[in-house]
């Protein structure tokens, strides 16, 4: 089988899907290996890199289509609503497509991949077991996505982030507040840590505290009654409107006395709750920040835009939305990782075999034969739920 490497086209994506140190273990599963001219120039992959670990170079994304029975992307059609309708019209119903694909919310692409005839996984769905913790895309850009966003509030914020005696006196260390202490979470209150800032974080889920601490961040307790915090996957899960308020007016103070305020809570598949109000902003001091890394579910500020920098009241509200493509060097080798090893994961005597009996292969699955047989997505479609699933298959 031959698996294909195509150049990202959603705007401002510079990663790519398969880098040249992951080449071998595709290869040494039995795939020979094809990749769109350039597409890892963006990364910091030359052709030349590739072509030395006998990959083919195609002239033409058209070209990696026709060759290719396994395409792999970062963003499959689903995640990429500028141009994904070019790759499904270029699909052929024999081809696999493994990638993001953002099928809890992209119900149209889905539909159309479904049509198709097309084989499609999306990693974002991998469960999150130990088995898989190797493939965890999700994981692996959060971390990048953690890191660039305290970057992104150090460059914007008129303070510098460390205490320091100068001839000219003190300077104050730089007050950091993060909201939300999952993978990007714990690697914002980390950067920050290194950076020499005074770090406090706030967690729905109590467990997160001892991670939060062992960061050398203050835990930020708040006297609220939830129900289950966290679903089987570890994730958080949505509450009510009546907690969400009462959550505001506990963290409004906290809000209101840092200097930077980095908010990642995120529900998957669900617009993302709003954690700081239009008057919290308000009660900030001028020349705060607020990096939000859930605008593109919404935003867990009020006031955020996605992709957009707004100020209100001296107080700038930046809404990055793919945080992860501004690293793409390091966010592509980690992709890359995650990618290969899934794709190993399926690829037997050098051809795909589906065991959906394995959780893996069944979670991530999608569209088969022409349908959605994706059950978390079929619910999400508001579809009757797929049948069991079967035994192995080839």
């Not at 499959?76 to 953002?102: C, E, F, K, S, Y």
């Not at 479904?114 to 999150?128: D, H, M, W, Y």
């Not at 605008?295 to 509200?317: M, Q, S």
Request: net charge negative.
């Amino acid at each position: 089988m031959k698996a294909g490497i195509p150049r990202e086209t959603y705007p401002g994506e510079r990663r790519v899907a398969l880098t040249p140190g992951n080449v071998q273990a595709l290869q040494k599963a039995g795939l020979d290996l094809v990749l769109e001219q350039g597409a890892g120039d963006a990364a910091g992959f030359t052709d030349e890199e590739y072509r030395s670990r006998n990959v083919a170079i195609a002239a033409s994304r058209g070209a990696v289509f026709e060759q290719a029975e396994i395409l792999l992307q970062v963003r499959t059609a689903g995640a990429n609503p500028a141009h994904g309708g070019d790759d499904i019209a270029a699909l052929r119903a024999d081809q696999v497509v493994v990638g993001m694909g953002d099928p809890l919310t992209s119900f149209d692409t889905t539909s159309a991949l479904a049509a198709k005839g097309a084989t499609s996984f999306a990693l974002e769905l991998l469960p999150r077991i130990t088995r898989a913790q190797s493939m965890d895309v999700l994981s692996s850009m959060a971390t990048v996505a953690g890191y660039k966003a305290v970057l992104l509030a150090a460059s914007t914020s008129p303070r510098m982030f460390p205490m320091m005696m100068t001839a000219a006196g003190t300077i104050t260390a730089a007050r950091v507040f993060v909201i939300g202490a999952g993978v990007a979470g714990l690697q914002a209150i980390a950067t920050a840590r290194r950076l020499g800032a005074k770090v406090e974080a706030y967690d729905v889920r109590p467990a997160v505290k001892e991670q939060i601490e062992s960061l050398g961040a203050r835990f930020v307790e708040l006297p609220l009654e939830t129900g289950d915090a966290e679903d089987r996957g570890g994730y958080a899960v949505a509450q009510d409107e009546a907690f969400y308020r009462r959550q505001r007016d506990l963290l409004s103070k906290v809000v209101a006395a840092s200097d930077v305020v980095i908010t990642t809570a995120a529900i998957p598949g669900k617009t993302s709750p709003v954690l700081v109000t239009g008057d919290m902003v308000s009660a900030m001091q001028p020349g705060s920040v607020i990096v939000d890394l859930a605008a593109e579910r919404g935003g867990n500020c009020e006031l955020t835009e996605a992709d957009a920098t707004v100020e209100r009241d001296g107080v700038t509200i930046v809404g990055p939305t793919n945080l992860a493509a501004t690293v793409p060097y390091h966010a592509s080798q980690m992709y890359s990782k995650n990618v290969a090893t899934f794709l190993v994961h399926l690829i037997k005597d050098g051809q795909l075999q589906l065991d959906l009996g394995d959780e893996i292969t069944r979670d991530t699955l999608v569209t088969r034969d022409g349908d959605v047989v994706n059950e978390r997505v079929r619910q999400a479609m508001g579809l009757v739920a797929a049948g069991a699933p079967g035994v192995k298959e080839s």
